[in-house]
């Protein structure tokens, strides 16, 4: 069972990571299958010595289903379910770790859905001052990130379509749309063209009539400006 992708991939998380996927997974909000549960309990405990003395197919289900003749499609089946879980687990990890927890866009969104205006217009004043202040930032192009750009154009979008519900419609939160969809456009536009213009030098790649590449051919590559970054 060590070549198990689900095995495989508990390995490559830490003790505090481990924690939290057995938490996830014994919250009846993601899962209601209680031997799931038991399972990803018993690795927990096993873990990090996912050896073959400890997690081979007998041993693992034997205590799962303590005095029971061994049947390797039940045991399948949930390891089917225990990784569909670690997957939403990882999409749960990756959206903690860009802000999406405290980001209001998508809570805007379901209550404009559910037609909850009174709630519409306290938050929506709430978040005046402080997006103006942010667009001002953008304005200035503060160097940002691209995701940081594309999460606050569609805040802004949400924003927007918010004003038309109350019946309010006007020209700032579409402008301020706006203005973060160039923000955004024009970040991510720029990185690719230095990376495209990068990978020419390094690997001899010919570059097709892009004017952004022969900008960063003249002005930027040369004096050592671009330096590579994680994907944003």
Do not use: W
Not at 111 to 127: A, C, P, V, W, Y
Not at 189 to 215: I, M, T, Y
């Amino acid at each position: 069972m060590k070549n198990n992708p689900l095995i495989l991939q508990l390995s490559a998380l830490n003790r505090k990571e481990m924690t939290r996927f057995k938490d996830f997974v014994d919250s009846p909000f993601f899962n209601k299958h209680k031997e799931v549960r038991a399972l990803v309990g018993i690795l927990s405990e096993i873990y990090p010595d996912f050896s073959e003395k400890n997690c081979s197919r007998t041993t693992l289900f034997q205590k799962l289903f303590v005095g029971e003749p061994h049947h390797q499609p039940t045991l399948a089946i949930l390891f089917s379910y225990a990784m569909r879980l670690l997957e939403q687990f990882m999409v749960a990890e990756g959206l903690s770790e860009t802000g999406a927890f405290h980001d209001k866009t998508l809570y805007f969104k379901q209550l404009r859905k559910r037609n909850q205006i009174s709630f519409l217009r306290e938050d929506l004043g709430k978040t005046e001052i402080k997006t103006t202040k942010q667009a001002k930032q953008a304005q200035a192009f503060q160097g940002e990130p691209a995701i940081e750009y594309e999460r606050k154009y569609r805040a802004a979008a949400e924003k927007d379509a918010i004003a038309l519900v109350l019946g309010q419609p006007g020209m700032a939160s579409l402008a301020e749309k706006q203005l973060y969809l160039d923000a955004f456009y024009l970040t991510e536009k720029l990185r690719d063209a230095c990376e495209l213009l990068q990978r020419s030098f390094d690997h001899g790649f010919p570059v097709f009539g892009n004017g952004q590449v022969s900008h960063q051919r003249k002005h930027l590559i040369p004096k050592g400006f671009y330096v590579r970054f994680g994907s944003s």
